[in-house]
DNA sequence: AAATCGGGGCC
DNA sequence: GGCCCAGATTT
C-alpha cells in the first residue's frame, strides 16, 4: 500500500481531538491514563483521570497511598484489578526503580497491568519506539483493510497484523502513527465505517468487497450467567455493617453488606436458614424489588433486605458476630451498583432500592 | 487458547 | 436486547 502513513497523517491533522492526557510528555500522567483508558471509553475515563491527577499528582503520591484510597478513586469504572494493579505498579516503579519510568516497551511489559497494547502506547508515545498499539480500533481498520478473516483473539492473527503494520509505521514518530490509527478507527472505521468519506477505499479489502461487517473476527461469546445476589442491610444510625471481598469473584477489594447468594431469589424466611441465629430473631423492616446489573459474564439479580437495630442493640457484638466491621457506606469503595442504592447524600439516609419489572 | 474481570453509551 | 470500548491476568 502506497503512502498509508501520510495519507492517515493528512486525516489525523483535521480530526485530532485535543485531549488532556494527549498533550502531555509526563510518563506519569500517560500511564495512568492509559491505564484508565483500558476497555474504557475516554468520555467515561476522562473525570476519574482528572480525579486521580489532582488527587495523587506525582507517582510518590501513589505509591505511598493505601490500595484502599486507590480502589475508591477508582470506583465506578469497572475492571478493579487494574486499581490494584496500578497501586502495586506505581509502589515497584517508586521503589524498585528509584521513581525513573521504565523507557523501552519491554520495559514497561515488567509493571503490573501494563500489557502489550499498554507497553507499546507508552513507548511509542514517550520514546518514539516503532511499536504498533493493537487494540479494539487498530484492530478493526487493520482486519478490514488487509481482509484478516481470522479469529483476532488468535496470537498468530495478532503477530500477523503486528507484521503488516511495522511494514506500514514510519520510522519518524511511530507514536503518531499509532495514536492516528486509534482516532481513525474511533472515528472514521468505527463498527459502523463512514465508508463514503474514507480517504482509503480504493485499498480497503472490506469496502472493496461490500463486507465490513464480517471484521473483525471476534470469534463467539458466551451466555451471560445469571446470579442471585440477597444482601442484607444491617444499620444503626448512620453505620451500616460491611465486609471486604475476597479473591476470585468479582469485585476484588470492594466492601459489601452480608450477601446470601442462592440459585433462586430468595424471601427472607427462605434465607433465614443460612444466616448466623444472631439475626434470626430479626424481621427486616424493608425489602426491596430486585435490581439488574449486568456485567460482561454475569446477570445479577439483587435484593435488598433491610434491618435497623435500635440503640439497645449492640452494633459491635453484632459485626463481630459476623466478622463484619461497621462503616459510613459513603467513605469505602463500593461496587457502583451498591452504592448507587446505599448512598443518598443529599438526605444523609439510605435510600430505599427501586423494585424493576423483572420476572428473575 | 479460553475464561474472567465492570460499567456505560449507543443503536 | 446486542455491541463495543485506547486490555490484562489467570487458568
Keep these: 500500500m502506497r503512502n498509508f502513513s501520510s495519507r492517515l497523517q493528512t486525516w489525523y491533522k483535521d480530526h485530532r481531538r485535543p485531549l488532556p492526557f494527549r498533550d502531555t510528555q509526563d510518563p506519569y500522567r500517560t500511564w495512568i491514563a492509559e491505564i484508565i483508558l483500558q476497555q474504557t471509553r475516554i468520555a467515561q475515563g476522562l473525570p476519574h483521570y482528572e480525579r486521580f491527577i489532582k488527587t495523587f499528582p506525582k507517582i510518590q503520591d501513589l505509591a505511598l497511598t493505601s490500595e484502599k484510597e486507590v480502589l475508591y478513586l477508582w470506583q465506578g469504572l469497572g475492571y478493579y484489578s487494574r486499581a490494584r494493579n496500578l497501586h502495586k505498579g506505581a509502589r515497584y516503579i517508586f521503589y524498585e526503580l528509584g521513581g525513573k519510568f521504565p523507557k523501552t516497551a519491554q520495559a514497561w511489559r515488567r509493571v503490573c497491568g501494563v500489557g502489550p497494547y499498554t507497553a507499546a502506547a507508552l513507548a511509542s508515545f514517550l520514546h518514539r519506539e516503532k511499536v504498533p498499539t493493537l487494540d479494539g480500533n487498530v484492530f478493526r481498520v487493520a482486519t478490514r483493510l488487509f481482509g484478516i478473516a481470522e479469529p483476532i483473539a488468535r496470537s498468530s492473527t495478532r503477530r500477523r497484523i503486528e507484521g503488516l503494520l511495522l511494514d506500514l509505521m514510519p520510522d519518524d514518530d511511530p507514536g503518531e502513527f499509532?495514536?492516528?490509527?486509534?482516532?481513525?478507527?474511533?472515528?472514521?472505521?468505527?463498527?459502523?465505517?463512514?465508508?463514503?468519506?474514507?480517504?482509503?477505499?480504493?485499498?480497503?479489502?472490506?469496502?472493496?468487497?461490500?463486507?465490513?461487517?464480517?471484521?473483525?473476527?471476534?470469534?463467539i461469546k458466551k451466555a451471560l450467567k445469571d446470579r442471585f445476589f440477597h444482601y442484607i442491610l444491617i444499620q444503626q444510625g448512620d453505620k451500616i455493617l460491611f465486609r471486604k471481598r475476597g479473591q476470585k469473584d468479582i469485585w476484588q477489594g470492594l466492601y459489601e453488606p452480608l450477601l446470601v447468594e442462592r440459585e433462586k431469589l430468595c424471601g427472607w424466611d427462605e434465607l433465614k436458614s443460612d444466616l448466623n441465629p444472631c439475626l434470626r430473631k430479626n424481621k427486616p423492616s424493608l425489602i426491596s424489588g430486585s435490581v439488574r446489573h449486568v456485567l460482561t459474564h454475569q446477570r445479577l439479580h439483587i435484593i435488598f433486605f433491610h434491618l435497623s437495630l435500635d440503640k439497645t442493640e449492640d452494633l459491635n457484638k453484632m459485626a463481630s458476630d459476623l466478622e463484619m466491621s461497621a462503616f459510613l457506606p459513603a467513605l469505602i469503595p463500593l461496587p457502583i451498583v451498591l452504592g448507587r442504592y446505599l448512598i443518598r447524600e443529599e438526605t444523609g439516609t439510605y435510600g430505599r432500592p427501586k423494585s424493576s419489572a423483572t420476572a428473575g
Aim: with cysteine; net charge positive.
Design 178 to 219: 499509532n495514536q492516528a490509527l486509534m482516532e481513525f478507527g474511533s472515528l472514521h472505521c468505527s463498527p459502523r465505517p463512514k465508508c463514503v468519506s474514507c480517504p482509503f477505499q480504493t485499498d480497503c479489502y472490506a469496502y472493496l468487497h461490500q463486507n465490513t461487517g464480517s471484521f473483525p473476527n471476534k470469534g
